[in-house]
C-alpha cells in the first residue's frame, strides 16, 4: 500500500518529493513488482496537489524504470533489475598512458580518491549560486534555452570578457573572442587550424598530458622543451630550434600543471623574441587564471595577441559541466577559428555562455573565487606538511592553484606506484604521462583539494616504507 507525507512548505518540489517516496518504498520492497498505484486523480486528491504534479512524478518514475503504464489501466510497480554490485571494479593490468589517467579521473565509481585531478571537488564549488542563477535565467525571457546561439559566441559575454581580459593588460575586443565548449575546445579547435599531420609542435617537458594525446591524433611530431620553475628554459629551446622548425608552441605561463610554477618576465620576453626570429606561434593556456590571487606575467599581456593565441576557461571555477570557455586572438585567426568551431559543432551553448555572463556581471563571481582562492591556500600548506612528512621533495612551493609537483624517494618511475595505488581506489597521476615522449619519472602531480585524505598519506607512507 502505498504511503505519502507531502509537505508543502519544504523547499523540495512536490513533485521531487512524491517521486522520492515512491522510489524509496520500491527500493525498501514496501511496494512490489507489478502492485497498482492509485489513479492520478485519487492521488491529487489525497495529497491535496493537482493533477499535472502528480502526472510529473509518474511519468518521472516511468522514465528512471520504477513505473510501467498499462494503456486504460494506470500505472504499476515495474520489475526491478537486480542491484548493481557496491564492489569496487577490478582495475585490469595495462600501462599507464594518457588515456588510461583520464579513465580514472573521470571514473566516478563510490569512495575513489582522485588524489591527483585536475579539477577541484563539487563540494568546493559554488553549487548554490549556479542553482540560483539557473532559476533566474530560466525566467527571463530571452534566455536561448532552444537556439542554437550565434558562430562566435553570446556577445554579451565577450564584452565581459574584453573587460576581464583588460585587467591583464590583454587588449582583446569582442570580435577577436571566441566562445567554445571549454577550454578543451578552444585548444582543438586552435590545433586543428594550424597543425597538419607531420608538423612539428613544441610542448613543455613535462606538460599538459591530455592535449598531448590530442596532437598525437593529429599526427604531430611533439618535441618537449625543459620546464624550469621560471618557464620553459629558454636555452635549450633555442638550441632545439637549431634542428626543428615548429608551426607552435603550446604552453603554461600561470600556474603551470602540473608543476603550479609561472612564468617571469625575463623568460617570456626572451621566450616572445625567439618565437619573432624563429617565426612560430605560441598558445598560451591560462585555464586556471582565476585560481592565482596575484597579478603576474602573461605571454599575451607583453605580446597583445600578436603572435600569442590566448585560451581561457570557467570549468575550474564554476563547473566542469557548463564547458565555458575562450579563445583570444589577432582578427585573421580568430575570424579563422570561428570558421573552424563552425564547422565542427556549428555553435556553442548560448545558454549556458548566458549563466556564466550572469554569474559574471552580478558581482557574486569575484568574491566567491576570493573565498575559494583562500580555501586552496589552506589545503595547500596541508598537502606540503603531509609532504614533507613522507620525505618527497617538492619541486616548487606553489602560490596558487591546486597542483604540487613532487617526487617520490627512491624512485625513477612513479607509474607502478600508480598502478598500485588504482588497485586501493586512489587515483595517482604519474610523472611519465607529462612527457611528451612518456618517459619514465620519478614525479606525481597532486591536487590539494583531494590530498589531505589519510588513505593517501597511509598508502604512500607504507609504500616507500618497503623501498
Not at 507489478?34 to 491529487?44: C, K, S, V
Not at 549560486?129 to 546561439?149: E, M
Not at 576557461?313 to 579563422?336: M, N, Q, W, Y
Request: glycine letters at 6%; a positive charge.
Amino acid at each position: 500500500m502505498l504511503q505519502l507525507s507531502i509537505d508543502p512548505d519544504q523547499s523540495t518540489p512536490l513533485v521531487e518529493q512524491i517521486v522520492d517516496a515512491i522510489r524509496h518504498q520500491v527500493d525498501d520492497r514496501i511496494l512490489r513488482p507489478g502492485m497498482r498505484l492509485p489513479p492520478i486523480r485519487r492521488l491529487a486528491q489525497m495529497q491535496q496537489v493537482s493533477r499535472f504534479t502528480v502526472v510529473e512524478a509518474y511519468d518521472r518514475l516511468v522514465a528512471m524504470g520504477y513505473l510501467h503504464s498499462r494503456r486504460g489501466s494506470g500505472f504499476y510497480v515495474a520489475p526491478r533489475a537486480a542491484a548493481p554490485s557496491e564492489k569496487r571494479p577490478v582495475v585490469p593490468d595495462r600501462a599507464v598512458d594518457v588515456a588510461w589517467l583520464m579513465r580514472q579521473a573521470l571514473d566516478d565509481a563510490p569512495g575513489i580518491l582522485k588524489a591527483s585531478a585536475g579539477w577541484l571537488p563539487s563540494i568546493w564549488l559554488d553549487q548554490e549560486g549556479l542553482r540560483r542563477h539557473l532559476r533566474a535565467l530560466g525566467r527571463r525571457a530571452d534566455a536561448r534555452v532552444t537556439g542554437y546561439g550565434t558562430a562566435q559566441g553570446y556577445l554579451p559575454l565577450r564584452q565581459q570578457l574584453q573587460i576581464r581580459l583588460a585587467e591583464f593588460g590583454i587588449g582583446a575586443p569582442p570580435e577577436q573572442i571566441v566562445l567554445t565548449h571549454g577550454a578543451t575546445q578552444a585548444l582543438d579547435t586552435v590545433a586543428r587550424h594550424l597543425i597538419k599531420p607531420g608538423d612539428t609542435v613544441f610542448v613543455d617537458d613535462p606538460g599538459y598530458f591530455n592535449f598531448f594525446g590530442n596532437l598525437r591524433l593529429l599526427g604531430a611530431k611533439l618535441v618537449g622543451v625543459p620546464r624550469n620553475a621560471d618557464g620553459p628554459d629558454t636555452e635549450a629551446l633555442e638550441a632545439l630550434l637549431v634542428d626543428h622548425k615548429p608551426r607552435v608552441f603550446f604552453t603554461h605561463s600561470v600556474l603551470h600543471n602540473p608543476t603550479g610554477a609561472n612564468l617571469s618576465p625575463p623568460n617570456a620576453f626572451r621566450l616572445l623574441q625567439l618565437a619573432a626570429k624563429h617565426d612560430f606561434l605560441v598558445i598560451e593556456d591560462d585555464t586556471y587564471a582565476d585560481l592565482h590571487p596575484r597579478a603576474t606575467t602573461r605571454l599575451a599581456n607583453l605580446d597583445q595577441l600578436d603572435r600569442v593565441i590566448y585560451v581561457g576557461s570557467f570549468s575550474k571555477t564554476l563547473s566542469g559541466s557548463l564547458r565555458v570557455g575562450f579563445i583570444a586572438a589577432r582578427p585573421d585567426l580568430a575570424a579563422e577559428f570561428t570558421d573552424v568551431k563552425t564547422l565542427t559543432c556549428v555553435s556553442s551553448s548560448e545558454f549556458n555562455e548566458q549563466l556564466v555572463y550572469q554569474m559574471l556581471t552580478d558581482g557574486h563571481y569575484r568574491k566567491y573565487v576570493e573565498r575559494l582562492q583562500g580555501r586552496i591556500q589552506q589545503a595547500t600548506a596541508r598537502t606540503l606538511r603531509m609532504l614533507d612528512r613522507l620525505d618527497m621533495a617538492v619541486y616548487h612551493e606553489p602560490r596558487g592553484g591546486i597542483f604540487v609537483w613532487a617526487r617520490a624517494p627512491a624512485l625513477e618511475d612513479t607509474a607502478p606506484l600508480a598502478t598500485r595505488a588504482a588497485h586501493v581506489g586512489i587515483m595517482l597521476a604519474p610523472g611519465k604521462v607529462f612527457r611528451p615522449q612518456m618517459q619514465a619519472s620519478p614525479w606525481i602531480r597532486f591536487n590539494v583539494a583531494f590530498s589531505d585524505d589519510p588513505r593517501l598519506e597511509r598508502f604512500l607512507g607504507e609504500q616507500f616504507s618497503t623501498m
